[in-house]
């Protein structure tokens, strides 16, 4: 399971997302939301966003935060598949 996370991790990390503040790598946006925005803010950011950015950018956040239901929840209303 572990091997299979980082696998994740790895392949999506330095992909850049455009239009946020510098066009951060996923893995730099991800961890900026760790302990500092709740699931309701994480949603306000990416909302609008086309399904192409946020596909990678949920994915990669699931198994960032150790396959969260809440992550699960939030593509699922986003109409994003997150693997695991």
């Known amino acids: ?7 994740v991790l ?7 997302v455009p239009g946020t503040y510098h066009d951060q790598t996923i893995e730099q946006l991800v961890d900026g939301w760790n302990w ?11 909302r609008d966003w086309p399904k192409r950015y ?3 950018v949920l994915e ?3 198994h960032y935060f ?3 239901l809440m992550v699960k929840e939030l ?9 695991g």
């Open 1 to 7: 399971m572990k091997q299979a996370k980082q696998q």
């Open 10 to 16: 790895d392949r999506l990390k330095d992909k850049n």
């Open 36 to 46: 500092n925005l709740n699931i309701f803010e994480i949603y306000d950011e990416i």
């Open 54 to 56: 946020v596909e990678p």
């Open 60 to 62: 990669y956040a699931y």
């Open 66 to 68: 150790d396959r969260d």
């Open 75 to 83: 593509a699922s209303h986003l109409c994003v598949e997150v693997e």
